[in-house]
């Protein structure tokens, strides 16, 4: 329950029903009263905001489809908005910043998609790491 519903409902029980609030009030009839009355005048509720993530190396039509659903996601009642993020994912295991590879790993280059624990698995064989 939101701060903003919780502290309304207590208004709505001590001013209409004439009670104070305490814990106990939180069982009875009242109380269930008190919150209804506060959904019913429309307590703001925080924006729903939808966030859709892509990797960063996706081909810019995947881009502008997902760039369209978010577009009718957020023409949706209830959704305020819907974002569309690039996000830095290795091309080979699909690992990112906020998702690493069991053990930990690094970006091998400020360019290039891969991460240190994919290297050895692009590089031929006998090749200099």
């Not at 701060?3 to 029980?13: D, F, G, M, N």
């Not at 053990?103 to 590089?123: E, F, H, K, L, Q």
Request: proline share 6%.
């Amino acid at each position: 329950m939101s701060p903003e519903r919780y502290q309304r409902a207590v208004e709505i029980l001590e001013t209409k029903a004439g009670l104070e609030y305490s814990d106990d009030v939180e069982h009875t009839r009242e109380w269930a009263d008190a919150l209804a009355a506060a959904d019913d005048e429309g307590v703001d509720a925080p924006p729903l905001i939808v966030n859709i993530e892509l990797p960063g190396f996706a081909p810019q039509d995947i881009r502008e489809l997902v760039a369209g659903l978010a577009d009718d996601v957020a023409s949706r009642d209830g959704i305020d908005a819907a974002e569309v993020f690039l996000v830095r994912t290795c091309e080979i295991c699909g690992c990112t910043d906020l998702e690493a590879c069991l053990g930990g790993c690094w970006w091998t280059s400020p360019t290039d998609d891969i991460c240190s624990a994919c290297v050895p698995r692009t590089a031929a064989p006998g090749g200099v790491r």
